[in-house]
Antibody, heavy 120, light 108 residues
């Protein structure tokens, strides 16, 4: 059974860099059937796509975050990571990693439990 | 960018049918996916490709999509169905993964 687990600091200071890693278990990250995505949810608000990456390292970023965002993948560890620079209070959210099915349908079929990151 | 519109809240009595809509321009030409999110938990996929149910999702959950509106229908609503429901589509181009604002389903 596929599992995704976010890890990283729960508190980041303003203007610093938010870094999270998602560890995939139960299946290999090295498959062309899926992308690997980050989604966030500010307190009391809806879901917002951050970006996603293929196992080959092809990245797709939210245009509003693109200048501050880097998503990377480490296939040897079955991990992918998120770096968001110059954070502000507006970046406070629960951050989820998820698997994005491709095959023309593009839905998020498995999610991590989420990691709350506060910027303060 | 593509916009999906959901009602903020829907209320339904136990045993009745809940209908949650997701509006978007020509959404009927896209595949719509639905997620259930209970408080403090991660979203769970309940419908993909407009009307398909993942393994383990009760038959009470169904979906449809036509024109400018996609609909999630929950039959014989139970207290355990109380949650936020989010729709999602893929819109080719910039910012392709699009979510609706979410609908809070309250079971009276």
């Amino acid at each position: 059974q596929l599992q995704l687990q976010e890890s990283g600091p729960g508190l980041v200071k303003p203007s610093e860099t938010l870094s999270l890693t998602c560890t995939v278990s139960g299946d290999s990250i090295s498959t062309s059937e899926y992308y690997w995505a980050w989604v966030r949810q500010p307190p009391g608000k809806g879901l917002a796509w951050i970006g996603h990456i293929s196992f080959r390292g092809n990245t797709f970023y939210n245009t509003s975050l693109k200048s501050r965002l880097t998503i990377s993948v480490d296939t040897s560890k079955d991990q992918f990571s998120l770096n968001l620079t110059s954070v502000t209070a507006a970046d406070t959210a629960v951050y989820y990693c998820a698997r994005l099915m491709t095959r023309g349908l593009y839905y998020l079929d498995s999610w991590g439990r989420g990691a709350l990151v506060s910027v303060s | 960018s593509y916009v999906l519109t959901q009602p903020p809240s829907v209320s339904v009595a136990p045993g009745k049918t809940a209908t949650i809509t997701c509006g978007g321009h020509n959404i009927g030409t896209k595949s719509v996916h639905w997620f259930q999110q209970k408080p403090g938990q991660a979203p769970v996929l309940v419908i993909f490709y407009d009307s398909e149910r993942p393994s383990g999702i009760p038959e009470r959950f169904s979906g449809s999509n036509s024109g400018n509106t996609a609909t999630l229908t929950i039959s014989r609503v139970e207290a355990g169905d109380e949650a936020d429901y989010h729709c999602q589509v893929w819109n080719s181009g910039l910012d392709p993964v699009v979510f609706g604002g979410g609908t809070k389903l309250t079971v009276l």
